[in-house]
């Protein structure tokens, strides 16, 4: 009797999802360990068709269905827990319930997109020199990146949302063969977040949605961030997990384009992950100086623009989770992790064959 209540515990129905889930987290280490492996069979194989079925879904309804997947998510565990508080069922099913909703969400979500967190590095996939740190360099990558943002500023008084979504989407179709893509991998259709003025508090411009393949953008942001922000997070959809990667994933494709808008969104939000790492540079004034007025006014007016609605609290608490959420999924530097697009922007500065593969980057004509 003992034995077959033991077998209908832990080898029943009800606990599939739990061992799914165990054999998911051995997947984990396995692809981890072997990232040649997951790249091959999952990110170039596997996901692709996964991204293209959830897309083809979600694209059909105007809202966000991973935003109404997480409403429904906290309403059911929400009411479990009442229900276990006020005794209408027992803690011992409270538990097993909580445990199978854990685990079919982890499932989902490595199943669905999570395992492109173990696929070979940029560099190896894309064939991109690694570049030594050199002071000579980095300051003669700044100024030429100066010298862009200068020469591709404009204002957006003239283009619209869709518009902008027409040419980055255009923009990937084109050098997705660079960027080992398997284009079109379904559609990235932008949502707004449902929830923008609270994420708006905590810094978040825009998010991927794992559970339906969808792109997120804050409603908030300014027209002057939108391409590079959505081009940012369609390389989330295109199984591009690091922060770092996907940053560098917007900028080239966005300066890839023929679009001055693209450029001058792309190089401006570049140009703050540079400055930042050029502060304690002798010659740091001269190069600010460098930067036009306009320029100037624009990387203010964007650094203001969200420092007006920031809430210390909520910013700091939605740093921390994303910060454990990223080194869960072994990705070492966390939050910092974002600031590693300076280093694929040099090594591809200083990779001749890279550049030559992708083509010149100041070959724009408007």
Request: charged content about 20%; some cysteine; hydrophobic content about 40%.
């Amino acid at each position: 009797m003992a034995i077959g209540k033991f077998r209908q515990i832990f080898f029943g129905r009800a606990a599939l999802p739990i061992w799914l889930a165990l054999i998911t987290f051995g997947l984990t280490e396995l692809f981890s360990r072997h990232p040649k492996v997951t790249e091959v069979f999952y990110s170039q194989t596997f996901y692709p068709g996964i991204a293209f079925l959830l897309s083809f879904v979600s694209k059909w309804v105007s809202f966000s269905m991973d935003d109404t997947f997480y409403v429904i998510l906290a309403i059911f565990l929400l009411t479990i827990s009442l229900l276990t508080i006020f005794r209408k069922i027992r803690f011992r099913k409270f538990l097993l319930l909580f445990l199978q909703t854990l685990s079919i969400c982890y499932v989902l979500f490595y199943w669905f997109w999570g395992f492109n967190y173990y696929r070979s590095g940029i560099n190896d996939r894309l064939q991109i020199g690694k570049s030594k740190p050199d002071t000579v360099q980095f300051v003669r990558v700044l100024e030429n990146l100066i010298a862009q943002t200068n020469e591709s500023y404009c204002t957006f008084d003239d283009i619209t949302k869709s518009e902008i979504s027409r040419l980055v989407e255009s923009s990937y179709k084109e050098n997705s063969s660079f960027l080992k893509l398997n284009y079109p991998q379904g559609s990235r259709i932008p949502k707004s977040i449902s929830l923008s003025s609270f994420f708006a508090k905590a810094g978040i411009a825009g998010y991927y949605g794992p559970f339906f393949s969808e792109v997120h953008l804050n409603d908030n942001l300014l027209m002057i961030e939108y391409p590079q922000v959505l081009a940012h997070e369609s390389a989330h959809q295109f199984g591009i997990t690091s922060e770092a990667e996907a940053n560098f994933y917007g900028w080239l494709v966005c300066v890839k384009s023929d679009s001055k808008y693209l450029r001058y969104s792309a190089n401006l939000n570049m140009i703050n992950y540079f400055l930042s790492q050029a502060r304690r540079l002798h010659n740091f004034a001269d190069l600010i100086h460098q930067i036009d007025k306009p320029v100037i006014d624009d990387i203010r007016k964007v650094q203001k623009h969200w420092e007006s609605m920031r809430n210390e609290q909520i910013d700091k608490a939605a740093g921390k989770v994303n910060d454990v959420y990223l080194k869960t999924n072994k990705i070492e530097k966390g939050i910092e992790d974002y600031f590693g697009v300076v280093q694929f922007v040099m090594d591809f500065e200083t990779d001749p064959e890279a550049q030559k593969r992708v083509g010149n980057l100041n070959s724009h004509t408007e």
